[in-house]
Nanobody, 124 residues
């Protein structure tokens, strides 16, 4: 399984970006998926997750109301719509697929497949 993330870039505070992550290979259509980010010197943190079985979504408080995760099952692609971006959202963003779909997952160790990361820079 390979994941290809795209859509990062430079944006001013208050702006929006949409990240995409296309999966190729033998992926289960009901796998849970997530987006993480990692800023320099910090641990990788979850910003959005979707449960594979029913598309239930989860967001941590830091991004709730600003970020939206969605997926196109037919195209095996997930998206992260990011609105009202803040300088503290600056990080490398990673998409990830779990190997199950019964739950949504919040820890990096619970995901099996990872994209290469795409840099998001938010200027003040």
């Amino acid at each position: 399984v390979q994941l290809q993330a795209s859509g990062g870039g430079l944006v001013q505070a208050g702006g929006s970006l949409r990240l995409s992550c296309a999966a190729s290979g033998r992926t289960g259509r009901s796998y849970s998926m997530g987006w993480f980010r990692q800023a320099p010197g910090q641990e990788r943190e979850l910003v959005a997750a979707v449960r594979g079985s029913d598309s239930f979504t989860y967001y941590p408080n830091a991004v709730k109301g600003r970020f939206t995760i969605s997926r196109d099952v037919a195209k095996n692609t997930i998206f992260l719509q990011m609105n009202s971006l803040k300088p503290e959202d600056t990080a490398v963003y990673y998409c990830a697929f779990a190997h199950a779909g019964s739950y949504y997952y919040t820890r990096p160790s619970e995901y099996r497949y990872w994209g290469q990361g795409t840099l998001v820079t938010v200027s003040s």
